[in-house]
């Protein structure tokens, strides 16, 4: 304890604050990663109740155009009225509230206490407005607006997301053009200033560090003069930069890494007016340099994980439906995730969809695969499992030299037994090799002699793809006797969605072999 020096040069004193900082570094870690994982969490929720706030707003869009405002409640005052509208006003404008009710309106501020939905935790709360505005955000009552915003409690902290959109007169309530009224919404997205081209989707970029913009392609049938309305995707940290109108609408950068969704409405001036809406997914990850991994400084790779509703046991039948589900893949920087599952049967979906379905129509052994990838192009090593899916059940190779006996195991010649002149095999023991497709759980074969069978299971030794190798070695009895000539062994194939059948030609005679 006096600080002297240890036979490698240093004191205990160094050595125990040198510990001391390696315990502190590797905490610091584990609590790093801990929160980058619960960030991640976070961010796959507010993406959940983001589509939900969007169903929210289509619900209130769906409504007759005059009465599409919200409903306080037949309470008066309404508690929740003063909560969700303080002055009657959003932002500055008048809201469209019904109260007491009227029919057909949606409530102000919905309670919602056990999840209807899947990936949405519970409690939480749907908060509604419907105000007036105008391009500019006045009062001239040229667009009709719809506000939702969604609350909720995680780890201990508040957390919300708001979705915005602007509807012009006749998006609400009015009849339905003809079908060749109606516009076609159509645009790229561009993780750049400059957007031309069909980029891959979704875009990618980094926070605050990529400009987005839009390459806005929509047409009207007729050749009428179009309106925009864009909506950012990030209304639920950005409210007041989410929202632009005209073809046009510059470049957005977003503050915070995450998966965003981009829609674009485009209406025309016929009469009822038509319109159409498009979407296009842009993936935002930390801003962070790709580089050597040596440091926590430079971007990381991520690491795919994920299971499958499929059942091995008993194998099914063509045509199955399978879901993929990659949301155990993590990212060691909080990284929003592209999903790429390679099917096996020639088929690849890729995108931000964590669990996407896939219908395979045939038969077969499928090696499913999935790579993640984050938006600064670092990807997961791949990780699969097989997929086997059965149609005419078990069966036996058909092709020459894939089933053989030897006798002996030695032996250069297949399907041939040496006898004496009496019938007895001259050696006994046998090898045989037998192939069948991934659907048979067992093989055998038989070998007839001159009264009755030698019957021999085999040992499944692998499977390569949709064909799987039986193996066995055994011995006959000194006393077994075998019919001279040309004759038939049979395969046979058993598996849980049906048998199969093989014949092996074979001779038995005297001479070499």
Known sequence: MRGEPSEDGFTLVELIVALTMLALALLSLSYGMYSGMNALQVARHKTSFLELANAEVEKVRALNYDDAGVNGGTVSPDPNLATAYPGNQFEGRDAVIFNPARA?????????????????????????????????????????????????????????????????????????????????????VCPASTCSGAPSTPALGRANFTQFSVNNTSSDPNGLALTYSWNWGDCDINSGGCLAVGASPGTHTYAQSGHYTIILTVQNTATPQGFATATREVLVGVDKPNGPPETSLYNLAPTASFTTNYVSSPIPSAPLRVTANGGASTDPDGDPLLYTYSWGDGLTTTGTAAAPTHNYTNGGVFNLTLVVSDPGGRSSPP????????????????????????NPAANTINNRIRVTGAGRPQDLDFLIEVKTNAFCTGASLSIPQSTGSFVTTLTEISTVGNTRLWRATASVGATVRFNSGTQSATISGTGPTGNGTQVLTFTAGTGSA
């Open 383 to 406: 990780v699969s499992r097989l997929i086997t899916i059965g149609t005419t059940g078990c069966t036996i190779s058909s092709v020459v030299g894939d089933n053989f006996f030897k």
């Open 104 to 188: 057909g309106a949606v409530a102000a501020v919905i309670e919602v206490t056990t999840s209807p939905t899947p990936g949405l935790i519970a409690p939480y709360t749907i908060r509604r407005w419907v105000t007036w505005t105008d391009d500019a955000g006045g009062t001239s009552h040229k667009f009709k607006r719809v506000d939702v915003k969604i609350e909720w409690t995680e780890r201990g902290r508040p957390q919300d997301v708001r979705y915005s959109s602007l509807y012009y007169p006749g998006n609400l309530g009015a009849p339905a053009p003809a079908a060749g009224d109606l516009p076609t919404a159509a645009f790229v």
